[in-house]
C-alpha cells in the first residue's frame, strides 16, 4: 500500500500540471481510470481531490461487500494520512474502526532442523494499522461520489484522438454486450501488473522476477478462538493483534498479523525458480496436491504451531 500511495503522489503533481493544459477555466477535466482494485480506486479519489471528473471501469460486476476477497494490507503512517484526507470529517473514524494498530515489528529466525526460534529484533515504536483487503476497498469505495464507477464493464481498447488529444475508450458492457466510447482527458492504467494497457503503450516492458513465490491465506479464527490451534499460535506470538511477526529461515520467510474479526493474515515466501504464468494475473489457481505439498514442506521448515494455521 505505501508504494500506491508514493505513486499516488506523483499522480496528483502530474495532473495538476495536466488539467491546466486540457480545459478552459471553470471547466473540469475528466478522467478514465481501468481498473477498480486498490490502485485504482485510490487514484479515483486523488483525481477527484485534484479536482477531476472521474470515471472507473471495473469488470467485476458489483462491489466486493463483505467478500473474503483478498489478504491482509499493512497500512503506514503516511497511507493513513493519505487515506484519512480522502474520508469526509464524519467518516474518518472509519479507518481506525475497520483496522488493527500494529504497535510492534519484530523479526523472528528459525532453526529448522530443532523447530527453534529466537528474535532478532523488536521494534515497539511501529506505526502501522493492519486491513482486510476487503475492508479498505469498501471504505474507499463508499467515500467516492456516486457513480464513479462503471461496475461490469470490460476494456476493450483505447485511442487518442489527433485533433483535440482527448483519449477515446472503448469498453464492453457485459451484461448486454453492448459496446460504448468513453471519452476523457487522462487515462489511468490500474488493471494489474499484467496489465494490458502497459503491453499496447510499452510492449517490450517485462516484469522482473524477484526470486520467491509466496503462499498466503487468512485464517478465521472467529468459531475456535478457544482451540489447540489457536491457544499454540498466540502461545508462539504472544503480541498478536499488535505485532507484525516476521520468521525467518534459510532461503525462506514467513509474516504474521492478525486482522479485524478475529482473523489471521500469513504469508509465506518460498526461493524458487520462476513459474510459468499464464492469463491476466500472478496469483495461480491451486489444487488440493499443491496444498498438500505445501504443508510437508511447511512441516520441514516452521516451528508446529505456525504450520497448524497455514
Given amino acids: 500500500m505505501s508504494d500506491v500511495c508514493d505513486n499516488l503522489m506523483m499522480l496528483e503533481e502530474r495532473v495538476e500540471k495536466e488539467k491546466k493544459n486540457m480545459v478552459g477555466e471553470g471547466e473540469k477535466p475528466k478522467a478514465v481510470i481501468i481498473g477498480g482494485s486498490i490502485a485504482g480506486i485510490s487514484s479515483a479519489h486523488a483525481l477527484t481531490l485534484a479536482g477531476w471528473d472521474v470515471l472507473v471501469l471495473e469488470k467485476t460486476t458489483s462491489p466486493p461487500t463483505g467478500s473474503p476477497t483478498g489478504a491482509g494490507l499493512g497500512l503506514n503512517s503516511l497511507s493513513q494520512q493519505i487515506i484519512h484526507s480522502w474520508l469526509p470529517p464524519h467518516q474518518k473514524q472509519l479507518l481506525h474502526n475497520t483496522t488493527l494498530t500494529l504497535t510492534i515489528d519484530q523479526n523472528h529466525a528459525t532453526d529448522s532442523e530443532k523447530k527453534f526460534s529466537w528474535t532478532l529484533t523488536r521494534d515497539e515504536s511501529f506505526n502501522f494499522r493492519a486491513a482486510h483487503w476487503a475492508d479498505l476497498h469498501g471504505l474507499l469505495y463508499n467515500a467516492l461520489p456516486p457513480n464513479v464507477f462503471l461496475w461490469g464493464h470490460l476494456f476493450l481498447s483505447v485511442h487518442v484522438a489527433d485533433d483535440k488529444g482527448s483519449v477515446i475508450v472503448k469498453a464492453k458492457v457485459l451484461e448486454t454486450g453492448k459496446i460504448i466510447e468513453i471519452v476523457g482527458d487522462f487515462l489511468v492504467a490500474a488493471d494489474g501488473c499484467l496489465s494490458s494497457l502497459r503491453q ?34 498466540r502461545k508462539a506470538y504472544p503480541d498478536l493483534g499488535k505485532c507484525l511477526y516476521f520468521d525467518l529461515a534459510s532461503g525462506t520467510h514467513t509474516v504474521l498479523y492478525e486482522l479485524q474479526n478475529k482473523k489471521l493474515n500469513w504469508i509465506w515466501y518460498v526461493n524458487q525458480p520462476e513459474p510459468e504464468v499464464k492469463g491476466t494475473s500472478v496469483t495461480m489457481k491451486v489444487n488440493n496436491d499443491m496444498i498438500q505439498k505445501m504443508h510437508q514442506e511447511a512441516e520441514q521448515v516452521w516451528i508446529p504451531e505456525l504450520v497448524k494455521q497455514c
Avoid at 516484469?207 to 479464527?221: E, H, I, K, N, Q
Fill in 200 to 233: 499496447k503503450y510499452l510492449p517490450d516492458f517485462k516484469l522482473r522476477y524477484s526470486g520467491y513465490c509466496a503462499w498466503r491465506g487468512v485464517l478465521d479464527f472467529s468459531k475456535i478462538e478457544n482451540s489447540e490451534t489457536i491457544n499454540g499460535i
